[in-house]
């Protein structure tokens, strides 16, 4: 990777990962691009940024011609909850910018990078220590669009040869931009709710486990993924990548030992219910493991020391 396009920048994942990559590559070497939501000001102000939309594919292409750029990474996506309430419109944005990034990096040889989900399995699939590769049937609209995205990724290296790489990306958790609209975005909002009023009323039940990862294991996973060497990817898209599994009675508890009085109760949005009894309770990674090295430093003991010192300190 040399001149990057990060696409959705503006997101939970985009908002960390452009500084992230600005440090390894060089802060003009990263074009951030955002449509509606603006752009924290580190990332307006760190380097260039354009306003487009993903699903403009000759807007796309006039951006990546004029930076030059070798690598895109699209995290454009309508997530899962939100999906179910507009199904046609997380259909439209989630396909048209992925099959717009295929087509822009099969005509200028650029590489993609694919983020897929947890979501991309479904009812049918096994839930524990779930399989590379396995049955993928999803139940929502937004598991059916990173399913095609992760077929469509494999369609255009064997057809076009295009270099495109990917993950399933459990639930991240994070302390710079919320996540908007998905299923695991409770794990998020427990610490800010926990600094700020020392409860949480909890959308999910007790025993409902998930795949979880911590924002700096999620932007070093991507990095080192797409730095792998080729020869030795036999699933490019996507990856299993996990770093935790946890139901929200572990997570409370967690934060309960450095906030004693923190309290938790359940208010159950079945529609996030549904889809998170859909999903794995926790994958296997050993082809990310022995493809190209993955391996997470942070566990729930870790990652909430970690949210609860830096959100204390940005909240106090
Ligand atoms: N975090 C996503 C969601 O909950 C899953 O990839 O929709």
Not at 63 to 87: M, Q
Not at 91 to 117: C, D, G, H, Q, Y
Not at 132 to 142: A, E, F, G, K, N
Not at 275 to 296: L, V
């Amino acid at each position: 990777m040399k001149n990057i396009l990060v696409l959705g920048a503006a997101g939970q994942i985009g908002s960390e990962l452009v500084p992230y990559l600005r440090n390894i590559y060089g802060a003009q070497n990263v074009v951030a691009t955002y449509r509606s939501t603006p752009l924290i000001p580190e990332i307006m102000e760190g380097g260039p940024c354009e306003n487009m939309d993903a699903m403009d594919a000759e807007r796309m292409m006039s951006v990546v011609k004029k930076y030059d750029i070798d690598t895109i990474v699209n995290l454009v996506a309508v997530l899962s909850a939100v999906g179910e309430s507009k199904p046609t419109l997380a259909w439209k944005i989630n396909m048209e910018s992925m099959i717009n990034s295929l087509e822009v990096a099969r005509e200028t040889k650029a590489a993609v990078f694919l983020p897929s989900s947890i979501g991309a399995f479904g009812p049918n699939t096994p839930m524990d220590n779930t399989p590379q590769d396995t049955l993928m049937r999803p139940s929502t609209i937004y598991g059916i669009s990173k399913v095609a995205a992760e077929l469509l990724g494999d369609y255009y290296f064997v057809k076009y040869g295009v270099d495109c790489r990917g993950l399933r990306y459990p639930g991240i958790i994070s302390n710079v931009t919320l996540p908007g609209g998905g299923t695991t975005d409770y794990a998020v909002e427990i610490y800010y709710e926990a600094i700020k009023n020392k409860k949480y009323t909890c959308n999910l039940g007790a025993g409902t486990f998930l795949d979880m990862m911590y924002m700096p294991d999620a932007l070093r996973a991507l990095v080192e993924l797409m730095e792998a060497d080729p020869a030795k990817l036999v699933h490019r898209n996507c990856f299993n990548v996990s770093a935790m599994s946890f139901d929200p009675e572990m997570i409370a508890a967690e934060i309960k030992k450095h906030i004693p009085d923190f309290a938790m109760d359940y208010n159950v949005d079945p529609v996030k219910q549904a889809i998170a009894n859909s999903w794995p309770n926790y994958m296997d990674h050993s082809a990310a493991q022995q493809e190209w090295g993955w391996k997470p430093e942070y566990d729930l003991g870790s990652m909430t020391a970690d949210m609860l010192k830096i959100l204390g300190a940005r909240l106090a």
